[in-house]
């Protein structure tokens, strides 16, 4: 059964690469513009990676990962954040909120895959 993958971006071009490297491994993709949608489109569907940007409107990423690891049904799901962001304070504050992996744009979708690969249970 293929796996769901969250992507949070206000970026749609973002969204979208990410979003044809994963469908070529065969995961399913749930895309959001930001936090708050992102958000609304948790509805209790298992979702086994959470892939999101830190800098957006409405709800920043570490707001949203802060968010998610207050509901019960994901609150053990891995996150990885994919920003311009590559300041260690931030990265600190990212990882204190539960990111699992800190991926800086521009990316590489190989380095991208196999962070996923490693984080997404078979």
């Known amino acids: 059964m293929p796996k769901n993958i969250l992507i949070v971006d206000d970026a749609s071009t973002v969204r979208h690469v990410v979003s044809i490297a994963l469908r ?3 995961y399913n993709i749930i ?10 489109k948790l509805s209790g569907d298992k979702v086994h990676l959470i892939i999101s940007d830190v800098n957006m409107p409405n709800m920043d990423g570490i ?7 207050k509901l019960p049904a994901y609150r053990f799901t891995p996150v990885i954040m994919l920003t311009t962001e590559s300041e260690a304070g931030k990265i600190a504050e990212g990882k204190a909120a ?25």
Do not use: N
């Open 63 to 69: 707001t949203f990962l802060k968010e998610v690891k």
């Open 24 to 26: 070529k491994e065969g």
């Open 31 to 40: 895309e959001a513009c930001d936090g708050k949608d992102a958000l609304s």
């Open 98 to 122: 539960g990111a699992k992996a800190w991926v800086c744009k521009p990316f590489e979708p190989q380095a991208m895959l196999t962070a996923v690969k490693q984080l997404v249970l078979p």
